[in-house]
């Protein structure tokens, strides 16, 4: 049996691209599932418009019984929450959800609440259905049964953070929305995904987008292939895909990006990697 289960419903940075020339590597935006086989926790990371998807699996999965699902916010920009206001589990009194965040409880659930606040949406977050909880996890080791969770900082405009997750021995760390340079922080990083078997990394440009994109937060192919081999990860997943990379320039992306380090791979919708 696997230790430790991914699966990716969304993987586009900054807007959806619903579009046939992107279906291959998928349209929705970041939405990654975790799961220990053999117990009950469901962990999503992130709620972009992926988590749509990932909310009518569940349902046809687990039916009457009720639902629980706990929610790791790398931050709180639209692309990454923009699928909850339609997350069906949501608006089913039976179910409950933790949202974590780097953040104050409150304030996450003021963030939350504000995107579906009028004019936005008709439906106020505080008057959905299931049980909410909000949670501060600054400074804390999570466990949710055997799995182990910290939260480390990225650079991103507004801050963002990354996660270490780990189970039976098995290492994933999900670093998306970042753009190296802050020594500090970069240090932080290469520290928490030592020997990691799945490095997921924020590679939205090339170099030479990323030039004419200084302090947008995100970075390139090659910063992904680098931190890959400073850390010894055992492979390296491509994430955050730029919304106007079609299918053809993300296997050339990925062609450029085995060069420096070989096991490399994009993520794509319905992806399931086992560990």
Known sequence: MSRLQL????VRGSAPAPRPSHLTFGGNTPCVEVRVPGEDTILAIDAG????GLGESLQREH???ALSVDFLMTHFHWDHIQGLPLFAPLYDARNRFRFYSELPAATIAEILEG???RPYFPVPFENLAAQR???DMRGRELCFGSLRVRSFP????QGACGYRLEAGGAVVVHVSDHEPGDARIDAGIRAEAQGADVLIYDAQYTPEEQAAKRGWGHGTYTDATRAARQCGARQLVLFHHDPGRDDESMRALVAQARRDFENTEAAREGWTIRL
């Open 133 to 135: 909880e909000f949670v």
């Open 115 to 117: 995107q579906m606040s």
């Open 49 to 52: 418009t992926g988590l749509i």
């Open 7 to 10: 699966t990716f419903w969304g």
């Open 154 to 157: 990225l650079s991103h405009p």
């Open 63 to 65: 039916g009457a019984r």
